[in-house]
């Protein structure tokens, strides 16, 4: 027998279940409980940035909108700084600015919504392999998929990180939203470009869906199944 | 702390997406395969929480919720660890629980099941660990309940148990069981879980030297999220 490994192993998933509005959102469930419900707060009102609203259903592998999900949204200020110490930028992070939001969607519709303001571009990683000079090259470009042949810091495009849970879903499902109007950063970004099925990127990209209180709507489906089925990331 | 990357998320711990028995999860699994993503800057940061995002009331539910009198049931403490697989505590991280009352029944509009409302019971928590990676609940345990699935099944006593850890990367939800539980064995949501020792972790022993004499029992529940990687040759993210 070799040496053994002392390492812990990780608790396994279960499904948040129907009622998971009760521990994480239980206005929602009916009740009123806490002095706060957390997760309502995003991008607090003096956050700079362009804000925008983001909006959209998840739908089975039936094509029937899911009702019961519940998500959480993970992001950048407008500069591309995580509120987070691990993120070397934290300290000039945008006031107001948390990054994480919690939103259920409605009972009826399946729609769910959040207000927030559009992410700027964060560092991306290094690329694989020995630290070897990349020459100079012209401005124009392009990464390859692991972002090599670019100078300067490589960044990723704007973008917001998602996890999705509910009833049904074992495993909390990760997936990012990237924006349409990002078109040069997106053909740039490493992480879409791992997705080897060109088409499947399209899952990923919110699309313009007009205005609400004057603010820009972009709107996000998420397919668990089927045709169109949304790319989920192992973070 | 140096900024790192996490350990790899051990797929053969966590339940697959698709699991027949547990019905719900048949229209509710992808087909294609998740896609591995190393961790950039996105993942390994997650939302940080503070003592004033909480009160020091909302982690002991025989009160947080106590209109003209306490709860109904047996009353118990929930306490334990959130470690990583390094076994390294995991400090200042929020957990949050829910759960049914004595009788199985939640505190929630869509659960019409005909066992009462508990008018002193709301049935959520939370908390923030301290330096240790320690947490503790005060609650009643919760009843077991039937559930549309297959014909007679119901779910375990069970507690809804909800942890941040410091990234987004090790973001869970599981939920917790109660030792010597019969219905364990029989539930299909338990039985999602592949392997017999991933199961048991999610099981709480009794604690006898966590409770409090004449006041209430306890149970012990530690929570393993995926460690950081150590630096070693580290090719590192950009910017650290």
Redesign the interface.
Same mark, same amino acid.
């Given at each position: 027998m070799p040496q053994p490994l002392h390492y812990l192993r990780e608790t396994a998933s279960q499904t948040a279940g129907p009622y998971v509005h009760i521990g994480l959102a239980p206005g929602a469930a009916g009740f009123d409980i806490y002095r706060e419900e957390l997760g309502w707060d995003i991008a607090g009102p003096n956050a700079e940035g362009q804000r925008i609203i983001v909006e959209g259903v998840v739908i089975d592998g039936t094509g029937a909108p899911v009702k019961d999900v519940l998500l959480e949204a993970w992001q950048a200020d407008a500069e591309g700084r995580y509120a987070h110490p691990d993120d070397p930028r934290h300290a000039e992070v945008a006031e107001d600015f948390r990054g994480w939001g919690r939103v259920i969607t409605d009972f009826e519709t399946g729609l769910w919504s959040f207000q927030t303001v559009k992410p700027g571009q964060v560092p991306a990683r290094r690329p694989l392999g020995p630290a070897v000079k990349v020459r100079p090259q012209s401005a124009g470009e392009r990464t390859d998929a692991l972002g090599r042949g670019h100078q300067g810091p490589r960044r990723q495009a704007p973008h917001i990180n998602l996890w999705i849970v509910a009833r049904g879903i074992n495993l909390g499902l990760n997936t990012r939203m990237y924006f349409a109007d990002e078109a040069e950063a997106n053909a740039a970004d490493a992480v879409l470009n791992l997705v080897e099925q060109v088409h499947r990127r399209e899952t990923l990209i919110a699309r313009p869906a007009g205005e609400r209180d004057g603010l820009p709507v972009w709107r996000f489906d998420i397919r668990l199944q089927g045709d169109g089925e949304t790319v989920f990331f192992d973070i | 702390?140096t900024?790192a990357e996490y350990h790899?998320?051990?797929?053969r711990?966590?339940?697959?997406?698709l699991?027949p028995n547990?019905?719900?999860?048949?229209?509710?699994?992808?087909? &294609?395969a *998740?896609?591995? @993503? #190393? =961790?950039?800057?996105?993942? $390994?940061? /997650?939302?940080? &929480?503070g003592h004033n995002?909480?009160?020091p009331i909302?982690n002991d539910l025989i009160r =947080?919720?106590a209109k003209e009198g306490e709860p109904i049931g047996e009353r118990i403490i929930v306490h334990g660890r959130v470690?990583?697989? =390094?076994?390294r505590p995991v400090p200042q991280t @929020?957990v949050?629980?829910?759960q049914a009352n004595a009788g199985g029944r939640?505190?929630?509009?869509?659960?019409t099941y005909l066992a009462p409302i508990d008018p002193n019971f709301? /049935?959520?928590g939370?908390t923030l660990t301290d330096a240790d990676g320690h947490y503790f609940f005060r609650t009643v345990k919760p009843g077991a309940y039937p559930w549309r699935n297959w014909v007679n099944d119901w779910r375990p006593a069970h507690i809804?148990v909800?942890v941040f850890g410091? *990234? &987004? *990367?090790q973001?869970? $939800?599981? #939920?917790m069981y109660f030792e010597g539980d019969p219905l364990i064995p029989r539930c299909p949501?338990?039985q999602?879980?592949p392997?017999p *020792?991933?199961?048991d972790?999610?099981i709480a022993p009794l604690d006898m030297n966590a409770g409090v004499p004449l006041d209430c029992l306890a149970y012990r529940f530690d929570?393993?999220?995926? /460690?950081r990687r150590s630096t070693m040759f580290e =090719?590192? @993210?950009? /910017?650290?």
């Open positions: - | 702390m900024p790899a998320c051990d797929r711990r966590h339940p697959p997406a699991t547990y019905k719900t999860s048949v229209s509710r699994s992808p087909r &294609f *998740a896609l591995s @993503l #190393q =961790n950039s800057l996105s993942e $390994i940061t /997650g939302p940080v &929480f995002d909480i009160d909302d =947080n919720y470690l990583d697989e =390094n076994a @929020l949050e629980i829910w939640y505190r929630h509009r869509k659960d709301g /049935g959520c939370r809804h909800s410091r *990234a &987004f *990367a973001r869970l $939800i599981t #939920q949501i338990v999602t879980i392997d *020792a991933a199961i972790q999610l929570i393993v999220l995926r /460690g =090719n590192r @993210l950009e /910017g650290n």
